[in-house]
């Protein structure tokens, strides 16, 4: 069975395969394209596909889904979402600039029942193919960007957004809306980006929980449950984990001293350097630097 990837009229301008965490791409995988008008063939695919139109103006398109033709105009935060197992075909009628998200069902499955409780089945997506959330679209958007940056601490937050954006995902298609789902709407993907920046400036600084808390402007013990239920991580693991991320990429340096290097990345000392780095690496910063200075 081909994939979606393989029949889009023009190769993905980006795309998150190869160039994430295997822990990210396990979650999703992101191709943004934009292409001239064209068709695409009536194809059925095993995985499900999220379609975020980037373009500022409204454009047709006719989708096959399934029995059903629609013939619609596609407007800017609109998305579509065509489920596995079900006959999909388009039809560009202008010049289109898309973000395509790839979920696997089995995947998408796990991630629902373990980290949100809750069920998502196949005919719940059926049910609402299209939809404007500007909150979805924002997540996706950010997801993009992390990918296109390729920047210093790039890697963790693409994942992180890709977290936010399943859950968002589910938000809009859960079997109900839970507390837990309601809760988490409250921590939005602009939230999570004055978070990074503040983390990505001051990561070298002695920072509290409570400081990045008053940066998204919400309590300490408030944020600390939206972070946990929506990124995955604690603050506090989320801090340490980038900090190890930033110690890594200075010690493929190898003029650098590794105490130089912690105290950079907001350590207390080497030996607590050297601690947080095998429990997120699996080794410690001199076998790290060994292997990649």
Same mark, same amino acid.
């Given at each position: 069975?081909?994939?979606?990837?393989?029949?889009?009229?023009?190769?993905?301008?980006?795309?998150?395969?190869?160039?994430?965490r295997?822990?990210?791409a396990?979650?999703?995988?992101?191709?943004?394209?934009?292409?001239?008008?064209?068709?695409?063939?009536?194809?059925?695919?095993?995985?499900?596909?999220?379609?975020i139109?980037?373009?500022?103006?409204?454009?047709?398109?006719?989708?096959?889904?399934?029995?059903?033709?629609?013939?619609?105009?596609?407007?800017?935060?609109?998305?579509?979402?065509?489920?596995?197992?079900?006959?999909?075909?388009?039809?560009?009628?202008?010049?289109?600039?898309?973000?395509?998200?790839?979920?696997?069902?089995?995947?998408? %499955? &796990?991630?629902?029942?373990?980290?949100?409780?809750?069920? /998502?089945?196949?005919?719940?997506?059926? +049910? $609402? *193919?299209?939809?404007?959330?500007?909150?979805?679209?924002a997540?996706?958007?950010?997801?993009?960007e992390?990918?296109?940056?390729?920047s210093?601490?790039?890697?963790?937050?693409?994942?992180?957004?890709?977290?936010?954006?399943?859950?968002?995902?589910?938000?809009?298609y859960?079997?109900?809306?839970?507390?837990?789902?309601?809760?988490?709407?409250?921590?939005?993907p602009?939230?999570?980006?004055?978070?990074?920046?503040?983390?990505?400036?001051?990561?070298?600084?002695?920072i509290?929980?409570?400081?990045?808390?008053? %940066? &998204?402007?919400?309590?300490?013990?408030?944020?600390?449950? /939206?972070?946990?239920?929506?990124?995955? +991580? $604690? *603050?506090?693991?989320?801090?340490?984990?980038?900090r190890?991320?930033?110690?890594?990429?200075?010690?493929?340096?190898?003029?650098?001293?590794?105490?130089?290097?912690?105290?950079?990345?907001?350590?207390?000392?080497?030996?607590?350097?050297?601690?947080?780095?095998?429990?997120?690496?699996?080794?410690?910063?001199?076998?790290?630097?060994?292997r990649?200075?």
């Amino acid at each position: 069975m081909r994939r979606y990837q393989d029949i889009y009229p023009s190769a993905p301008i980006l795309m998150s395969d190869g160039s994430v965490r295997p822990s990210a791409a396990e979650l999703l995988s992101l191709e943004y394209f934009e292409a001239e008008p064209a068709s695409m063939p009536h194809e059925v695919f095993s995985q499900h596909h999220i379609l975020i139109n980037l373009k500022a103006e409204p454009h047709r398109v006719e989708n096959w889904r399934g029995e059903e033709h629609r013939d619609f105009t596609f407007r800017k935060n609109e998305v579509i979402v065509t489920p596995s197992g079900i006959k999909s075909g388009w039809r560009w009628h202008e010049h289109s600039r898309c973000i395509v998200i790839t979920l696997d069902p089995a995947m998408l %499955e &796990a991630f629902t029942q373990n980290e949100l409780g809750k069920v /998502l089945t196949h005919q719940q997506l059926v +049910d $609402t *193919p299209q939809f404007e959330d500007a909150d979805l679209t924002a997540a996706a958007t950010m997801l993009y960007e992390a990918l296109r940056q390729s920047s210093s601490g790039s890697q963790i937050m693409f994942e992180s957004l890709a977290r936010i954006f399943l859950v968002k995902l589910v938000e809009r298609y859960g079997d109900e809306q839970s507390e837990e789902l309601a809760f988490s709407r409250a921590f939005t993907p602009a939230h999570y980006k004055r978070v990074l920046d503040f983390v990505s400036q001051r990561f070298g600084d002695a920072i509290s929980i409570e400081d990045i808390a008053r %940066e &998204a402007g919400l309590s300490a013990s408030h944020f600390t449950r /939206l972070f946990k239920r929506t990124v995955g +991580d $604690t *603050p506090h693991q989320f801090l340490m984990r980038y900090r190890v991320e930033q110690a890594a990429k200075m010690l493929a340096d190898k003029s650098k001293a590794a105490i130089e290097v912690a105290h950079a990345c907001g350590f207390s000392d080497q030996p607590h350097m050297s601690r947080v780095f095998k429990q997120y690496r699996g080794e410690t910063p001199s076998a790290w630097q060994r292997r990649h200075a």
